[in-house]
């Protein structure tokens, strides 16, 4: 399993990306400091870091300088400084990646598969799951039941993914609007719903796999 050290002083970064890349099979470990990323790049191996510029003890710019002089680890830079010079220092410090606050989870953890590939990491999405009679192939993107692939939308892929992967977990709404259609989405409820109905549709003999869960939302199980 492919590991990523999230180093950012904000919290809420670190449970969006897990959200994100442990839903991609990548196991995740976090660091408040660029002291702290740099002591932790000692102690352990990460296949990629996801690095943000401004921390407190040692900014982003320092640490990879830092982590880079004892191992050879890709880094994803992170930041709200957006500025050309700001890239450009990035890069003279060895970064793979930049990426601008705020930004889509879901192109940060393509940008993620892409170097962890580079470098000669076999992606974690390189397999095949089965729940019951399902099977989702992760890589494809394709979803077969007892072998028969079913068409679905890319959004309907997304919440069965979802919902399988958190099986016998009950799940709000708006914990499937989140993880889905992103932190900054601010649709409604329905929406979940009528992709529900859809995707059920589409299940056929599978439909009851995701049960409703009166006064919450959505879960599945086999």
Same mark, same amino acid.
């Given at each position: 399993?492919?590991?990523?050290?999230?180093?950012?002083?904000?919290?809420?970064? &670190? /449970?969006?990306?897990?959200?994100?890349?442990?839903?991609? =099979?990548?196991?995740?470990?976090?660091?408040?400091? =660029?002291? /702290?990323?740099?002591?932790?790049?000692?102690? !352990?191996?990460?296949?990629?870091?996801?690095?943000?510029?401004?921390?407190?003890?040692?900014?982003?710019?320092?640490?990879?300088? /830092?982590?880079?002089?004892?191992?050879?680890?890709?880094?994803?830079?992170?930041?709200?400084?957006? +500025? +050309?010079?700001?890239?450009?220092? =990035?890069? +003279?410090?060895?970064?793979?990646?930049?990426?601008?606050?705020?930004?889509?989870?879901?192109?940060?953890?393509?940008?993620?598969?892409?170097?962890?590939?580079?470098?000669?990491?076999?992606?974690?999405?390189?397999?095949?799951?089965?729940?019951?009679?399902?099977?989702?192939?992760?890589? $494809?993107?394709?979803?077969?039941?007892? $072998?028969?692939?079913?068409?679905?939308?890319? *959004?309907?892929?997304?919440?069965?993914?979802?919902?399988? /992967? &958190?099986?016998?977990?009950?799940?709000?709404?708006? !914990?499937?609007?989140?993880? @889905?259609? $992103?932190?900054?989405?601010?649709? +409604?409820?329905?929406?979940?719903?009528?992709?529900? *109905?859809?995707?059920? !549709?589409?299940?056929?003999?599978?439909?009851?796999?995701?049960?409703? @869960?009166?006064?919450?939302?959505?879960?599945?199980?086999?």
């Amino acid at each position: 399993m492919a590991r990523i050290l999230v180093a950012d002083d904000e919290r809420d970064i &670190h /449970e969006l990306i897990r959200r994100y890349a442990e839903r991609d =099979g990548y196991e995740v470990m976090t660091a408040t400091t =660029g002291l /702290e990323a740099v002591q932790l790049c000692r102690e !352990n191996d990460f296949d990629i870091i996801i690095m943000d510029v401004m921390m407190p003890e040692m900014d982003g710019f320092k640490a990879s300088k /830092e982590i880079k002089k004892i191992k050879d680890i890709p880094i994803l830079m992170l930041s709200a400084r957006g +500025e +050309e010079y700001d890239k450009l220092f =990035g890069f +003279e410090v060895g970064a793979d990646d930049y990426v601008v606050k705020p930004f889509s989870p879901k192109e940060l953890m393509a940008r993620v598969e892409v170097i962890v590939s580079r470098h000669g990491k076999q992606s974690p999405r390189t397999d095949r799951r089965s729940f019951g009679r399902i099977e989702i192939d992760l890589p $494809g993107r394709g979803v077969y039941i007892d $072998g028969a692939e079913i068409e679905l939308t890319a *959004k309907e892929f997304d919440v069965l993914l979802y919902l399988a /992967e &958190h099986s016998g977990m009950a799940l709000s709404r708006d !914990n499937i609007l989140s993880a @889905v259609w $992103g932190y900054d989405y601010f649709g +409604e409820d329905r929406t979940v719903d009528w992709q529900i *109905k859809h995707l059920r !549709n589409k299940l056929g003999d599978c439909r009851d796999y995701i049960k409703t @869960v009166r006064g919450v939302g959505y879960k599945f199980e086999v």
